[in-house]
């Protein structure tokens, strides 16, 4: 998928590389003297991460438009303006049924994502009644005013957004690596100043000791030079440093034989100089430098060979930097530990900066304490409150105990009845006038009538 193969560092690469065919010059090369295994015809080469939010859904859209025999030849006729100013998009309405409703599924997925990631946000500062239309606008690599159907204007806004994000990706790469140096010398001064004078001169003379020992490597030839490409082809290659052939080069280091040189397989020629800076198992050398030096490295060759400027490197543009003086006769290159990556002022502004969000996050702690300390005390509050009640409760029963009434229950009903009384209804029946039961054989006479007149 040659899309895929340009992804990491510029969106137009990833259109160019579909509308190039394999542009270079043929080459006999003798397979039997190059070290380790070849690229297998037709094998699938895995294609790094770009490192965007959305690079899983680039990745998705490409595959699916890959498939569509219309699209992928309007690819082959178009140039990179075409790609850029959207004219290509229009092309979308052409494509087949299954491919548009394959993107709109893609695109509902990746909006769906999208709110789940809001939300996400939402929740962990506690807010409530989300917009997530509103939010949506802030993703600018799809339409958020259509999220179900994928449209011309949808693939637009996806290769506009990912190729300014991709440019700004090593300047990214670049600051970042900058913070982490401030944050390491701000942390090792932090350490210096727990300690007495005794034990601060030794680790003084450590850290001193062990910058010497980092910077006592071999040389390191310049990127891009004869000298250094020479020892690619004799130690990595296997070949006759002798027969050197840049064409041949070129050819056994486009691992994907699309004819071009992207920046993967460019970073990949600095290997064997970045190893004699930089061994993991050594303590002094750090390989998040490491991977910077190859950045810089790669940076320096674009500048110097991509003519066009669309970050690859073809055939062509290769042989003619081959015959540059700069490519005998190269400046030497200065690695990382030979330049200054920051200045005191940076460093203060830096500290500066880290303490203000300390602070920053002191004050949350504090607040959340108080928080804490406030939600303690409505809780203990409650249980006094309930500890009170229960006592006045346990306080009336006993005193109708003493008074002779029993406790009521649940609903209000006597829970016993005291010795002599009844409930309403269940009073026995006796004969009128008494209230014991009447004798075995006594006859009950006749009550006297109370209208009866006496003389």
Known sequence: ??????????????????????????????????????????EKVENPDTGLYYDEYLRQVIDVLETDKHFREKLQTADIEEIKSGKLSRELDLVSHHVRTRLDELKRQEVARLRMLIKAKMDSVQDTGIDHQALLKQFEHLNHQNPDTFEPKDLDMLIKAATSDLENYDKTRHEEFKKYEMMKEHERREYLKTLDEE?????????????????????????????????????ADGLDPNEFDPKTFFKLHDVNNDGFLDEQELEALFTKELEKVYDPKNEEDDMVEMEEERLRMREHVMNEVDINKDRLVTLEEFLRATEKKEFLEPDSWE?????????????????????????????????????????????????????????????????????????????????????????????PKHPAGGDQPLPPGHVQEPAARTDQVHP
């Open 335 to 427: 690695t990382l530990d030979q330049q200054q990556l920051f200045t005191e002022d940076e460093l203060k502004e830096f500290e500066s900066h880290i303490s203000q969000q300390g602070d920053e996050l002191r004050k949350k702690a504090e607040d959340l304490q108080k928080q804490k300390e406030e939600l303690q005390r409505q809780h203990d509050q409650l249980q006094a409150q309930k500890q009170e009640l229960q006592q006045v409760v346990k306080q009336m029963e006993q005193k109708k105990l003493q008074q002779g009434n029993p406790p009521a229950g649940p609903a209000g009903e006597l829970k016993f009845q005291p010795p002599g009384e009844h409930k309403v209804g269940d009073a």
């Open 199 to 235: 034990k601060r001169q030794r680790e003084e003379s450590k850290f001193e000791e062990m910058k010497k020992k980092h910077g006592d490597h071999p040389k390191v030839h310049h990127p891009g030079s004869k000298d250094q490409l020479k020892e690619v082809w004799e130690e």
């Open 1 to 42: 998928m040659k899309w895929l193969s340009v992804l990491p560092q510029q969106c137009i690469l990833l259109m160019t590389c579909l509308l190039m065919a394999l542009e270079a010059v043929p080459i006999d090369i003798d397979k039997t003297k190059v070290k380790g295994e070849g690229h297998v015809e037709g």
